[in-house]
């Protein structure tokens, strides 16, 4: 396989960084990316080595050899690959009867009330092997790659016991050691309470501290750690103690918060220095002024807030304070069953009104931070990892969102690789 893939003819170069790449783009920066018209993109040995204007090119550059293939984009754009900074996209099985509840009129918490929702799919994935976990898993991934996503996220959390749990950080270990993909693993056992808990939350919470937490770090499964701190589940107290004990074996806080109420996940969050606290459809000014004084990313979840039917978080109010705003897809089986990163971006434009340009950003340059990549993805920039995607022929990039139901990716190459 040629060491060189220089890309030509390029109608737009997207999310450019010439200078040194920033770790996020925060406020009112968010409403800028740096473009080039007509242009070139070089990849070298799976990293960005070059780009610049057609012009530039001289014409030896042009000729085709062994040690180079050369794409001509003439129409088309291209992206940085999308990071997607929360999923769970390990499960077993489906919940369409759950949607079919969703419609007659049940709420998330009463369908969880009756054993549905994340019960539901703990229950599936206790009776599915590792194998077949991984297979049904691959099918996402490989849909998810198609889509344009380079990087994700993937939480544990459907086990609710020890050796369940451990059996997805497994799987998600297979896929990151088999897939082009770059992929982060988050443990989640406190992401609900087992039936058999019922009334004593606080003996699981001790389980997920004293016989998880150090099982999970034994075997190297886990980045982050994550707590679905949030009314009905976890309480700011348990959250406290579960990011603490996860915390000593080096597991760096990720939050689900304020879905449902104002539970005070967003403030626990920012007080273990989360990497990024997510959902956040309940938040006003005390969070937002919270997170401007942090460096925890505010990672909002249009799939699912669309899905549930839950309340717009104040995106506009966030990014007008000041805040860096990420998106994410929360691919999962109950709340958000879809990985298109670029219908996320859609979402966000068209019920939250945020720009194309800030949902671009919010998909690779700040999605990027809250994975903890800001190095080395989210951005075109010399020796960043070669995570890129080629459109099909489009107008311009404000047609990536407007196109809500269309698959515009044409080409995708993951770590300097066609796929």
């Known amino acids: 396989m040629p060491a060189q893939i220089l890309i030509i003819n390029i109608s737009g170069l997207i999310q450019v960084e010439e200078e040194a790449p920033r770790q996020k783009v925060i ?3 968010m409403s800028g990316i740096g473009t080039i018209g007509n242009a070139w993109l070089l990849i070298s040995d799976g990293l960005i080595s070059g780009f610049g204007k057609m012009n530039e090119l001289k014409e030896n550059d042009l000729i085709d050899n062994k040690d180079r293939d050369i794409i001509d984009a003439s129409g088309c754009f291209v992206f940085p690959s999308f990071c997607d900074p929360h999923t769970h996209i390990v499960y077993a099985g489906s919940r369409e009867k759950e949607f079919t509840y969703k419609i007659k009129g049940l709420s998330y918490a009463e369908i969880a009330r009756r054993g549905g929702g994340i019960l539901n799919s703990a229950a599936l994935l206790h009776e599915t092997s590792e194998d077949d976990l991984f297979e049904q898993s691959m099918g996402r991934i490989n849909e998810i790659i198609s889509l344009g996503t380079g990087a994700v996220e993937i939480k544990s959390g459907y086990g609710l016991n020890t050796e369940d749990e451990l059996k997805m950080l497994r799987v998600i270990r297979r896929i990151k050691d088999d897939c082009p993909l770059e992929v982060k693993a988050t443990f989640l056992g406190a992401h609900a309470v087992p039936a058999e808990f019922r009334g004593k939350k606080e003996k699981y919470v001790d389980i997920v501290i004293n016989e998880m ?10 980045d982050y750690i994550d707590v679905f701190c949030d009314e009905g589940f976890f309480s700011v107290e348990d959250t406290e103690r579960i990011l603490m004990a996860g915390l000593k074996y ?3 806080p990720k939050l689900h918060a ?22 956040l459809e309940c938040s006003g000014d005390e969070e937002i002024k919270a997170l401007l004084g942090s460096e925890t990313m505010p990672t909002l979840l249009p799939g699912s807030a669309f899905f549930l039917g839950l309340p717009d978080p104040p995106v506009r109010k966030m990014i007008k304070a000041g805040l860096p705003v990420a998106l994410a897809s929360d691919y999962n089986p109950g709340s958000s069953p879809s990985g298109n990163m670029k219908l996320v971006m859609s979402l966000a434009c068209i019920r939250w009104k945020m720009l194309p340009e800030e949902a671009i950003n919010a998909v690779t340059i700040n999605s990027a931070y809250a994975m903890g990549l800001s190095e080395t993805h989210g951005s075109i920039a010399k020796g960043k990892v070669a995570n890129v995607f080629i459109t099909k022929k489009i107008p311009s ?20 690789k066609v796929i």
Not at 263 to 279: F, R, T
């Open 27 to 29: 406020g009112t920066a």
């Open 213 to 222: 937490i150090p099982a999970v770090a034994s075997e190297d499964l886990a």
């Open 397 to 416: 990039y404000d047609f990536m969102p407007y196109a809500f139901g269309s698959n515009l990716v044409g080409t995708v190459i993951l770590k300097g």
């Open 258 to 279: 304020n879905e449902i109420g104002f539970s005070g996940g967003v403030q626990a969050g920012i007080k273990y220095d989360a990497l990024s606290v997510d959902h």
């Open 250 to 252: 080096g597991m760096i």
